[in-house]
């Protein structure tokens, strides 16, 4: 993902994944209208990761919608050794995630929405628990609030470091 002129200028590498889709019907004068939610994670690997909420009448509109979407919202994470710098909760509403760092090999243990999150951020090895609500889109929300909080505690850590 290169940023150019405040413009997210798309590149090849990024992956997608589609991690809940929902029907959702509404009651007119005319009768029912149908429509499709999709939550999609976008992610390149590489520490970059965002996620989306596509809205639409057919499924596939709702997922382009919600990967050009995820594609804006994109974050950086930081990444070492192939996994978290450190444990850390993430919170959104009622859905809370606690994350762990791992050792080699360990792989990702973490439930489908979460594991979406890390997995495309590129994070190889980490433990989570999934607490509260299991809303997927909420889940999340919590991941990536988690994985937020440790690049703004490392900003903080620099800034300290680089003040004395």
């Not at 909420?53 to 950086?76: F, H, Q, Y």
């Not at 994350?99 to 080699?104: D, G, I, S």
């Not at 890390?118 to 190889?124: N, R, V």
């Not at 929300?141 to 505690?153: E, V």
Request: proline share 4%.
């Amino acid at each position: 993902m290169e940023q150019v002129k405040g413009k997210i200028k798309e590149a090849e590498q990024t992956k997608e994944k589609v991690v809940y889709i929902n029907r959702v019907g509404k009651v007119a004068k005319g009768g029912r209208k149908i429509a499709f939610n999709a939550v999609v994670v976008v992610g390149d690997g590489n520490g970059s990761v965002g996620y989306g909420l596509g809205k639409a009448p057919e499924v596939s509109e709702a997922i382009r919608k919600g990967v050009k979407i995820a594609t804006k919202n994109m974050i950086k994470i930081p990444i070492k050794d192939n996994t978290i710098p450190a444990s850390v909760t993430g919170e959104y509403i009622a859905s809370r995630i606690i994350l762990r760092p791992a050792f080699k090999g360990t792989g990702i243990i973490a439930g489908a929405p979460a594991r979406a999150v890390l997995e495309l951020a590129g994070i190889k090895d980490v433990l989570t628990k999934s607490l509260g609500s299991n809303n997927p889109l909420n889940v999340i929300k919590a991941t990536l609030n988690g994985l937020n909080k440790i690049s703004r505690d490392i900003e903080r850590y620099k800034m300290r470091v680089e003040g004395k």
